[in-house]
């Protein structure tokens, strides 16, 4: 039979033609279903961990909290106490590494997208800037240990601070180099044009361009390196007793909550829920103001 003699729709088309179509149709709706209904049952199971987890973090956190928290050092079991020390070992700690691995990663960061024209001492750096970014931080700490723990005798809050910072370095290179790498040639050619050197096109241009983006990479580091427990147990290890000295082992609220979640005492178990409660509220902070800077950078 030929195609003139078909039977013909109403709308021209063979009746054929378009039985084979609802056919086609119909069997990409059901794979579709099929498709939407899995991606929904994963993502609500997804969501129903994380609440799970949310929710008994917030119960017991908050049930553990109070005062002494803040303004008590830690004692022994059954002493009472609290995370004083602790906290404020983190609070330097971080800021120290955070303060030793920005300049590094925002100077590399700037060297590849600005001076970097696919040279091998380019690529080998890059190559190892996306190593040591997903390096398990465990390595790090055993690597610290080895070259600042053992030459000089002894663990401290300087070591746990090295530590910290090779961790934030790699996070701010990817984020620097991607940020500076949206900017326009355009405006690079144009301030060349206007007669200034390319140092000062970089710091007083580029840079401020993409301040909003490089300052979100520096907070999402903050927040990566808040809650890092195994390269502090190699470095600063942790004390018991108020220290501010660096030079000695530092308390640091990861590694206490880690003895302390894992220890037999009542109170020492509150308070770990106390500090971990402590550390997500942070870092949760951190990442709402990252992603509040990179909205209004845009």
């Not at 498709?35 to 129903?48: D, M, P, S």
């Not at 942070?282 to 800077?293: D, W």
Request: charged content about 10%; glycine content about 12%.
């Amino acid at each position: 039979m030929s195609a003139s003699t078909l039977p013909v729709h109403s709308g021209g088309r063979p009746l054929k033609d378009l039985k084979v179509a609802a056919a086609l149709g119909a069997r990409r709706k059901r794979s579709d279903g099929i498709v939407r209904a899995l991606c929904f049952a994963a993502t609500a199971l997804g969501l129903i961990f994380l609440v799970s987890i949310l929710f008994t973090l917030a119960w017991r956190g908050f049930e553990a909290m109070s005062l002494s928290v803040f303004t008590e050092v830690t004692r022994p079991p059954g002493s009472g106490g609290g995370l004083l020390n602790a906290i404020i070992g983190s609070l330097i700690q971080t800021a120290i590494g955070t303060a030793i691995g920005t300049p590094i990663g925002m100077l590399v960061g700037t060297y590849l997208a600005e001076y970097d024209r696919g040279s091998a001492l380019g690529g080998a750096v890059r190559f190892v800037s996306d190593v040591l970014l997903s390096a398990p931080s465990i390595l790090i700490g055993l690597f610290v240990y080895q070259i600042l723990v053992v030459p000089f005798g002894g663990f401290s809050g300087w070591a746990g601070c090295v530590a910290l910072a090779i961790i934030v370095i790699p996070i701010v290179v990817r984020t620097t180099e991607d940020m500076l790498r949206l900017i326009p040639n355009t405006l690079r050619e144009a301030v060349i044009g206007l007669g200034a050197p390319k140092w000062k096109m970089i710091t007083l241009v580029c840079w401020r361009a993409a301040a909003s983006g490089i300052l979100t990479g520096i907070l999402l580091a903050v927040a990566r390196i808040a809650g890092e427990t195994a390269p502090l147990l190699f470095t600063s290890l942790g004390n018991l007793n108020w220290s501010l000295s660096l030079n000695q082992p530092m308390s640091s609220l990861p590694v206490t909550i880690y003895n302390y979640a894992g220890s037999a005492f009542a109170d020492w178990i509150a308070l770990a829920w106390a500090g971990a409660l402590i550390i997500t509220l942070g870092v949760l902070g951190l990442n709402i103001g990252a992603r509040s800077l990179l909205r209004s950078g845009k």
